[in-house]
Nanobody, 122 residues
């Protein structure tokens, strides 16, 4: 399995931007569909965005569409999530996850990072 480590979280104000990074090791991230999911206290984990292996097709949750952008650099073995116009309701622990040759619509990921905290103050 590929190992994933997230970074880039922090405390920001509403309207600010953050860029989360997911660094992969152990294997090339090339054959993996990679997703970002988040979980706020007391809430279920929810899908945020995903990018498919080969071709880079992307999918976003309606709540972040137009504000967040997921991208990948297979040469750097990394996936990023650019988050703009952040809102307090975006506050959560953000997890990077990956599925080898995964379907862009699947949310059953086989590899997970440890998460990075994002807090947006109003």
């Amino acid at each position: 399995q590929v190992q994933l480590v997230e970074s880039g979280g922090g405390l920001v104000q509403a309207g600010d931007s953050l860029r989360l990074s997911c660094a992969a090791s152990g294997r090339s991230i090339g054959p993996y569909t990679v997703g970002w999911l988040r979980q706020a206290p007391g809430k279920l984990r929810e899908f945020v965005a995903a990018i498919r292996w080969s071709g880079g097709t992307t999918r976003y949750a309606d709540s972040v569409k137009g504000r967040f952008t997921i991208s990948r650099d297979d040469n750097e073995n990394a996936v990023t999530l650019q988050m703009n116009s952040l809102k307090p309701e975006d506050s959560a622990i953000y997890y990077c996850a990956a599925n080898r040759y995964g379907n862009i619509w699947s949310e059953n990921f086989e590899s997970w990072g440890q998460g990075t905290q994002v807090t947006v103050s109003s």
